[in-house]
């Protein structure tokens, strides 16, 4: 799980069959590779200690 604050809207599919729509402004956990995929398409960035980790200098966030 990873720490995000969404940006702009991003919709995340899990699955063929699903869509979990994440709203600006929101912050939250979610599945690590959700947050990895809205930071890429820059929709969202990282929040609490993952992004203290970023802001530190170290090269890998928490897994």
């Given at each position: 799980?990873?720490?995000?604050?969404?940006i702009?809207?991003?919709?995340?599919?899990?699955?063929?069959?699903s869509?979990?729509?994440?709203?600006?402004?929101?912050?939250?956990?979610?599945?690590?590779?959700?947050?990895e995929?809205?930071?890429?398409?820059?929709?969202?960035?990282?929040?609490?200690?993952?992004?203290?980790?970023?802001?530190?200098?170290?090269?890998?966030?928490?897994?």
């Open positions: 799980m990873a720490r995000v604050r969404f702009k809207d991003f919709d995340y599919k899990p699955t063929s069959q869509t979990i729509g994440y709203k600006a402004g929101w912050e939250g956990t979610v599945k690590r590779e959700c947050a995929a809205a930071v890429t398409a820059g929709k969202a960035v990282w929040a609490g200690k993952d992004a203290e980790a970023l802001n530190n200098g170290e090269t890998e966030i928490s897994r």
